[in-house]
């Protein structure tokens, strides 16, 4: 499957607008959620190739949105890719855990990022 079109989710305007400036500058179409629960919602509708997702948000946080759309059968099969500041080895297992396919840590290399997309796509 070719990856298009990601959805980022991250409570932060600034990560938001780098992951998204990263992405367009790479060709792919960027969707963006604030939030774990608005992320969730869009990934049930709009169907993304991947996901972007950040762990520490408040409410939903990305570990129980990564858990909820692994589960659901509309998303299930979408990849997350987990970028977050959460870089103990214990945070990536549970991550992991929760149905993301690769694990980042804060701040992200860009190219790492593509490079983790390329891998998907």
């Known amino acids: 499957m070719a990856i298009k079109r990601i959805l980022v989710v991250d409570d932060s ?4 607008m780098a992951f998204q400036e990263t992405l367009t500058g790479a060709g ?3 969707l963006l959620a604030t939030s774990g629960e608005e992320g969730v919602e869009l ?5 993304p190739d991947a996901i972007v997702m ?6 939903l946080n990305g570990f129980q949105a990564t858990r909820e759309l692994s589960r659901h059968e509309a998303t299930k099969s979408i990849p997350v890719i987990m970028c977050t500041t959460k870089g103990q080895e214990t ?15 804060k701040p992200v290399d860009p190219k790492a990022l593509l490079d983790e997309l ?3 796509g």
């Open 28 to 30: 792919y179409e960027v």
């Open 54 to 59: 950040d762990v520490v948000m408040p409410g």
């Open 13 to 16: 305007p600034t990560e938001r």
């Open 43 to 47: 990934a049930k509708s709009l169907r």
């Open 91 to 105: 945070d990536k297992i549970w991550g992991l855990r929760q149905g993301a396919v690769a694990y980042l840590v």
């Open 118 to 120: 390329k891998r998907l």
